[in-house]
């Protein structure tokens, strides 16, 4: 029996397991789960096994676990592939705009529902599925394979940094493929080039030691929500540049080819603005919404609060305003020097009658920029194209994934994102899904890839 043939044979088995493994609520979150994180872990170890990754393990973190497995059989002439994916989920509320129960998994019109179906468990689950196929035809891979799944993705990946730096010769591979990403569409592949990165701070201006009676003391003291409200717009002008000095000095600028690259990908600006029901679009001067969206740095206001927010009128001068900023930066720039400057740029701009706190806050990551002509993503492409019959679109992304930049600075292997789930299938909100049909070429694509490194 050849591996095409056991993926059909046994495609209602991984169905089902993709079922299972969906029902276990693992959010990292909510400490309320921890002990589902843990179980979904178990969980895949023992997928592993099943698989025939015998050679498969949970190992701790200072928090959340990981799982790790290999099957190192296929000789030191072969390549060594690490394959890499995370089987924690977002929180699943608000629970009642769910259409069925978010852990009880149901299957519609060629989709599976519920948390994480596509952000991570149908993608993660799609190799562990092939290794099994391939598996079936001898007990034989075609190259060697290690694969590296966290629980703690979707809270930043807090712990993972000292886990990979002491892991590092376990890790070590010659190529890296994550399965946690997209697909342009449902009949058009794609490799993603680029992440970004992400830094953020939560800002308290503080005036008065309380609140005080505006008519009493309006004209006398500082109010923290004005004085906010001047730092805050001295970030950014209305031609949507970043006003911080030195903000922009590391970016490496898009090339003439980065650009032709980005415009082969099919965007209607109207269609856009439409969706996101806007007048219209906002940005940086001089580059298009794409560009803006995946390959330019960006600075948003996530959260503002301050004074009174109930019903009515309450007449005080609040004695602190608060804001929360995040960055999602592009190559080269780093979180830490970004940070520098955004605390420089609050120093600089802060009026002398109230004084201000910068928190950095906790989740961060490095942006994440595949060289071009990279070996692996040119192989994985190729492959792409046997199985959808088209060459796949190299597209950029807005949102970040730590690991990626983790993996790269201690194993100094650039990862190839090889996933499958696409843009409309409401990752981190109500009704998640993942379409079966991608859940099916996924395992196709994987078994393809690793016979094609093994030749």
């Known amino acids: 029996m050849n591996w095409t043939t056991y993926l059909d044979d046994h495609q209602s088995r991984f169905i089902q397991d993709l079922a299972d493994f969906i029902a276990i609520p693992s ?12 179980r979904a872990g178990e969980w895949v170890v023992s997928r592993l096994v099943k698989a025939g990754i015998t050679n498969a393990r949970m190992m701790q973190t200072e928090t959340h676990p990981v799982v ?41 019109d060629g989709r599976i529902y519920g948390r994480g179906a596509s952000d991570d468990k149908g993608n993660m689950l799609a190799p562990i599925c092939a290794l099994e196929a391939l598996f079936s035809n001898s007990d034989q891979l075609p190259v060697n394979v ?48 680029g992440l970004k990165g992400l830094v953020g701070c939560e800002i308290t201006v503080t005036g008065a030691d309380g609140d005080k009676h505006s008519g009493m003391h309006g004209g006398g003291i500082a109010n923290p929500i004005h004085a906010l409200s001047h730092i805050i717009a001295s970030m950014k002008g209305l ?17 003439v080819e980065d650009r032709e690259a980005i415009a082969r990908v099919p965007f209607d600006e109207d269609e856009y603005v439409r969706k996101m029901g806007v007048p219209q679009s906002f940005g940086e001067a001089g580059y298009t919404v794409p560009e803006r969206l995946w390959a330019r740095p ?11 927010q109930g019903k009515g009128t309450k007449t005080v001068i609040p004695s602190q305003a608060h804001a929360k900023i995040t960055c999602r930066l592009v190559a080269d720039q780093t979180p830490e020097n970004v940070y520098e400057l955004i ?11 109230v004084t201000v706190a910068v928190e950095r806050l906790p989740a961060s990551a490095k942006p994440f920029l595949v060289p071009r002509g990279h070996n692996s993503s040119e192989i994985a492409g190729k492959v792409l194209e046997d199985v959808y019959g088209k060459k796949p679109y190299n597209i950029r992304v807005g949102g970040s994934i730590p690991v ?16 499958f789930g696409l843009d409309d299938e409401q990752i981190h909100a109500p009704n998640e899904f993942f379409r079966l049909s991608s859940f099916r070429r996924s395992q196709e694509t994987y078994c393809r890839l690793l016979e094609e490194f093994g030749k």
Do not use: C
């Open 343 to 353: 605390e420089a740029h609050i120093d600089n701009n802060t009026p002398p009658s």
């Open 146 to 193: 290690k694969l590296f799944y966290e629980g703690q993705e979707e809270i930043g990946s807090p712990t993972l940094p000292p886990f990979i730096r002491q892991h590092a010769d376990m890790l070590q591979a010659d190529m890296v493929f994550s399965s946690d990403g997209g697909q342009w569409g449902e009949d058009q592949p794609s490799l993603t080039q």
């Open 27 to 38: 959010v990292s979150a909510q400490d309320e789960h921890f002990d589902d994180v843990v």
């Open 239 to 255: 031609d949507g540049k970043i006003t911080i000095d030195g903000f922009y000095d590391d970016v490496i600028d898009l090339t």
């Open 298 to 308: 960006t600075l948003e206001l996530n959260g503002v609060w301050g004074g009174y």
């Open 68 to 108: 790790y497995g290999d099957w190192m059989g296929a000789g030191a002439d072969k390549p060594t592939i690490l394959i890499y994916g995370h089987f924690d989920v977002q929180p699943a509320d608000p629970f009642e705009l769910w259409d069925a129960p978010p852990f009880e998994p149901s299957i519609k």
């Open 404 to 419: 990626m930049s983790m993996l790269l600075d201690e194993l100094g292997v650039h990862a190839t994102m090889l996933s």
